[in-house]
């Protein structure tokens, strides 16, 4: 099969790419990169916009016209839940891996916190098994730190690592011994596995449902003081520096803790951090409706958080944009605040919200706000992805930067609906999205 978007302004910040121009994609590869045109003779031209068959894109030759649109490397989340095994009711790898090839994104790194955990080889290669049946993106596991995630004994991190996973955490849950973390660090390095830190002193954030300040006071939810995540950060660099180890920061929320990761980087520790959307789009006055759909893990924050967090995304302080998408079922979302469990869905989101929002309505060039859903958090996770490169596996997302979309849980494929987001309109989405050179949505549609 020959493949060849046609007359997009391809930017790859991590090539140093931005030109308008030409990609040859033959076989799944990418054969060419090229401000000159190609020669399409004979080709299927298929205009996004219109209605498309679907047998076209089964054609030997396709062209796609990306005339004024933007052309970038696959989209990278490193940080999803897929709930399987144990929780398929909430997600499944395949709902989740739709999901994530409707919102524009080609590669996912999965969480350990399933039942059973992730925290040996066979069931990280059970998740490895699933993904590659269904193919719409690049699955890559986490494993867990510790065994059954409990923060006591290690986990068989070597075999995981044989059977393929690229990080480990204990995602959800804080490895609270600090010796178990400095085993942890010194163990994986081994292996060339990244150690993920999920910072969250759980005896300063126990029993809190929101953000530790005026909103929780006048609403009168048990409070989670930002300190709770600030003090593990700190003890994370500390033991990176400790072991010479890197470490990987999930989830900042707050600006304290992104000005001990900048201090980190400006003493030359190999430490990366990632921010999701809803950390850089919504205070923890959202949460005034008791919308259970705002209940997340780190907690929504201020507005002082928010403008330091997208400063942070200028000066390279954070390094991806992760969604930490995080379906549930609507009846545990139907709970009560307080008892409700954290989490929300992204993948069908995030695309649309950081353009309107961080792109259009903050200024983020578009430049920085690819790099850090590419490159970026590809490159913190050790991943040979997030690039557009000849001779590489084409993976590529077209953006509209002018869509207009309106969120719509209803509409998404992910299994669940807990999205913040439900009913904003939004300008900018992806519309095309191609996973080892084939195409997997096109126009807001999955494609088998």
């Known amino acids: 099969m020959k493949l060849v978007i046609k007359g997009g302004r391809i930017i790859s910040p991590g090539d140093g790419i931005d030109l308008v121009g030409d990609i040859q994609i033959e076989n799944g590869v990418i054969k060419r990169l090229s401000d000159s045109q190609t020669d399409t003779e004979g080709a299927d031209v298929l205009k996004l916009g219109e209605s498309i068959d679907e047998s076209t894109l089964n054609k030997e030759f396709i062209v796609i016209d990306a005339t004024g649109l933007i052309v970038a490397p696959g989209f990278v989340d490193i940080h999803v839940h897929f709930r399987e095994p144990g929780y398929e009711d909430a997600e499944t790898i395949e709902t989740g891996m739709m999901a994530a090839a409707a919102g524009g994104f080609t590669s996912v790194v999965t969480m350990p916190n399933t039942n059973p955990a992730i925290d040996n080889q066979s069931q990280a290669l059970f998740v490895l098994s699933e993904a590659k049946k269904h193919g719409y993106v690049h699955v890559f596991p986490a494993g867990a730190i510790t065994l059954g ?27 609270m011994d600090g010796m178990v973390m400095r085993r942890a660090l010194e163990y994986s390095s081994s292996f060339g596995v990244k150690v993920i830190s999920h910072s969250e002193d759980k005896t300063l954030a126990a029993g809190g449902a929101m953000n530790e300040g005026i909103v929780s006071t006048t609403l009168g939810l048990p409070p989670i003081p930002p300190q709770a995540e600030t003090i593990m950060v700190f003890r994370d660099i500390a033991l990176c520096e400790l072991t010479g180890v890197p470490v990987h920061i999930a989830h900042v929320s707050t600006a304290k803790s992104l000005d001990l990761v900048r201090q980190a980087k400006a003493a030359g520790l190999n430490v990366t951090a990632e921010v999701a959307p ?35 995304l200028i000066d390279g302080t954070l390094d991806a944009i992760a969604t930490d998408h995080a379906p ?52 913190a996770i050790g991943m040979q992805k997030g690039t557009l490169r000849e001779g590489e596996i084409a993976d590529i997302t077209i953006l509209d930067l002018q869509k207009e979309v309106t969120i719509d849980p209803s509409n998404f494929h992910s299994k669940g609906k807990n999205c913040p987001f439900a009913g904003w309109s939004l300008t900018g989405a992806p519309v095309v999205t191609i996973t080892a050179g084939k195409i997997k949505m096109m126009d807001g549609k999955l494609v088998c």
């Open 278 to 312: 809803h950390h850089l789009t919504l205070t923890d006055e959202a949460v005034a409706e008791y919308d259970t759909n705002t209940k997340v893990n780190p907690p929504l924050r201020t507005q002082a958080d928010i403008d330091a967090l997208i400063e942070g």
């Open 149 to 175: 995630r409990k923060g006591k004994a290690l986990a068989s991190i070597g075999e995981m690592a044989e059977a393929g996973i690229v990080a480990i955490t204990d995602d959800g849950d804080c490895v």
């Open 328 to 379: 549930h079922t609507s009846t545990d979302k139907s709970r009560d605040y307080i008892s409700a469990p954290f989490g929300i869905v992204g993948l069908e989101s995030a695309v649309p919200v950081c353009l309107d929002r961080l792109h259009h309505k903050k200024g983020l060039p578009i430049e920085i706000l690819i790099e850090k859903l590419t490159v970026g958090p590809a490159r």
